[in-house]
């Protein structure tokens, strides 16, 4: 009672006394009385679910992030070290892979990194292929994490209200991160081998980077060795370039410790018993709190996606339906569960053609998957991953995705055929392997 007393008394004096915007107040007194355990858990049902606070506290932070420009000289650090194309994709895929840690959104990854693919200088055909790999990667790379995709928070969620155990950040990024890693370099040598030539792959780059204002566009330059010098004095041989492209700023350091503490939380969860939803909002006051933070509440707020967490509430409680009366189940008995698995991968694979939502495809396709492996006498939690991982691939047209659809520019619509027709079961057969194989021995059997 007497905590509960100070905090209200703090939040009023905050209030009425200084400047601090008043949500931020009011949230930050919310989340000293839940990390106090005065309020439960629970007491965010009041404005939505623990997967929608879960989901607008990672944009908050994901907006602190990328205001610190840190996305930004993750990805342009690292493709600027390639001294080769098959570098180039290589080392462009690894970044990718990253920012799913940083940003909860395939489409704002998407947004985040459009500027780094238009400020490389490379052949057409290099470039084309560097348009295609950026959404491929991005959106096979967001099963690494829990938050990478909206349709993962659904899919735990149905998990927990049909099982009453659903999958946490942790097991996830367990589960997920090995074929994430996979899948990002298999893509890059699958585009490598469909749209280079050998020529290509065998011309040296030199890789030189501009002055780097992070706020700003970055522009990384790659050209040929047999080209000459480019104009202006390579960064190896300027201390200042080096120095801005090499030195922290204090927001990236903020954010960086931020997110680690968070994503450290998150994974100890089981030790703490601290809900991940709270240990988000922890870190969301953080990133926004005056002095310290990248970025204010404010503006934080205004890069939410609102339409898109509404619609993921209202995707949830449709397949929510679905579970709870009974409909999935009398879908589920239509269905042979011979050969279960592999059918499951497949419709998931194909699905993007008819359903073009992420988070739609698994609000339809993982509440009859549960009762269908419950039927066959198979893991329910092992069926769903799988099917969400494999909903994952979405590349058959620009409509697909919006990740797709953000790099229409760079690449010809053919293209995405080009690739679907080899990706696609290149990525059936990495989630079956994973499946069958991996998951098991990271605790998700098959039966």
């Not at 703090?10 to 000293?32: G, S």
Request: glycine share 6%; aromatic share 6%.
């Amino acid at each position: 009672m007497i905590l509960t007393l100070v905090v209200f008394a703090v939040a009023v004096v905050l209030w009425t006394c200084t400047p601090l915007d008043d949500t931020f107040v009011a949230l930050a007194a919310v989340v000293a009385l839940l990390l106090f355990g005065v309020l439960p858990a629970s007491a965010l049902a009041v404005l939505g679910g623990s997967t929608t606070w879960l989901l607008i506290a990672a944009f908050v932070l994901a907006a602190g992030v990328s205001a610190s420009g840190l996305p930004a000289r993750l990805a342009t650090s690292l493709v600027g070290r390639a001294r080769s194309v098959r570098g180039l994709m290589h080392l462009t895929a690894f970044a990718l892979l990253l920012t799913a840690f940083f940003v909860p959104s395939t489409s704002g990854r998407a947004a985040l990194t459009l500027p780094v693919h238009r400020a490389l200088r490379v052949n057409a055909r290099v470039s084309r292929a560097l348009g295609v790999l950026f959404p491929s990667v991005i959106l096979l790379t967001a099963v690494a994490t829990l938050v990478g995709a909206g349709a993962h928070l659904i899919t735990s969620a149905l998990l927990e209200q049909a099982t009453g155990q659903g999958i946490g950040f942790g097991q996830w990024m367990l589960l997920g991160l090995p074929l994430a890693v996979v899948s990002a370099h298999v893509t890059a040598e699958v585009v490598l081998w469909l749209f280079t030539t050998r020529a290509d792959r065998a011309e040296p780059l030199a890789g030189q980077v501009e002055p780097l204002d992070f706020s700003d566009e970055p522009t990384v330059v790659l050209a040929a060795r047999s080209e000459g010098p480019l104009p202006g004095d390579p960064c190896s041989n300027s201390p200042r370039q080096h120095r801005q492209f090499s030195a922290l700023t204090r927001p990236e350091i903020t954010s960086l410790v931020i997110v680690g503490v968070v994503s450290a939380g998150w994974l100890t969860e089981s030790w703490h018993h601290v809900p991940p939803e709270v240990t988000a909002l922890a870190g969301a006051v953080a990133i926004t709190a005056p002095r310290l933070g990248t970025t204010t509440l404010k503006a934080a707020f205004a890069d939410i996606p609102w339409s898109l967490l509404l619609f993921m509430a209202a995707t949830t409680m449709l397949g929510s339906a679905l579970v709870s009366s009974g409909a999935a189940h009398t879908i589920a008995t239509l269905i042979s569960p011979s050969h279960l698995l592999p059918t499951v991968i497949a419709v998931s694979l194909l699905a993007h053609l008819v359903i073009q939502s992420r988070s739609a495809r698994s609000s339809v396709l993982v509440p009859i998957v549960i009762p269908l492996a419950a039927a066959a006498g198979m893991n329910p939690a092992a069926l769903a991953f799988a099917s969400t991982a494999a909903a994952g691939f979405c590349h058959t047209s620009t409509a697909s995705a919006k990740p797709v659809a953000l790099f229409a520019g760079a690449y010809r619509p053919r293209d995405l055929l080009k690739l679907s027709a080899v990706l696609a079961p290149l990525t059936g057969a990495l989630v079956l392997a994973c499946a069958v194989l991996l998951w098991p021995h990271l605790g998700l059997p098959l039966k």
